[in-house]
């Protein structure tokens, strides 16, 4: 199998040997693929490969672990700082949760679009909860914000609902512990993150949307960020 050009993201370098690296690149056509990338290390390589290049690479091979011809970096995303935080979270979390060369070209996209507005200092929250909201909805996932699970009913402003497991949300008791008001959901769809309130609520939600996804192992990206970040400034 050859592949040639593809347009992808670098996620992961791990070093090879002397001069080589495998990298996992997440393309937009083949999904997530790790290269053996021969060569790209070491003190004379001007152009070394590292996480948030983006370009095109060529590669070949069967199986999992392909043999890279090479990368042209197109672009490279400049972050720092919690920006910098994010963006580790942004790539870990594609790692984990798109399977090994399956196309996601909406994903993709996503990744690429929320990596750009850390670059131009968004607000962290209101970069990565509608990235994971659509991640989710991309990968099959997604959460019906419009209306409850159980009666098909719009969703109420003034109502209370809980997040049942592979079903929705459902209304509920207002004194529900790990309830949500309607209101909040509906600012949640609208994209509308302005209120604390709203961030914490949408966080928790897309937590435990993600939580099947990604299993018992935890995030490393998210191990980095917590001690020092208050609760509603995590990266997921």
Known sequence: MRYENLQALVLH??????????????????????????GVRGARKANRLMPFSCGLVSCFGRGTLLTGK????????????????????????????VPPQHPEPVVFDMTLRALTQLQQGRDIART?????????EALGYGLDFHQDAHSGQPIDAAATYELIDEAGFV??????????????????????????QTRAAALRICRRALGPLLGDKPLISRQLWEPSQPKDRTPD
């Open 13 to 38: 370098v791990k070093p090879y040997r002397e001069t080589s690296a495998i990298v996992r690149f997440f393309s937009r056509d083949q999904g997530v693929l790790s290269v053996v990338m021969r």
């Open 171 to 196: 209304k509920c008791a207002s004194a529900r512990e790990g309830a949500y008001g309607g209101h909040i959901l509906k600012a949640i769809s609208a994209g509308d993150f302005a209120h604390a």
């Open 70 to 97: 090479g990368f042209e970096t197109q672009t490279t995303y400049v972050l720092s700082g919690n920006p910098l935080s994010a963006g580790f979270y942004i790539l870990e979390l594609i790692t984990r949760v």
């Open 128 to 136: 990565l909860r509608p990235f994971e909201l659509g991640v989710l």
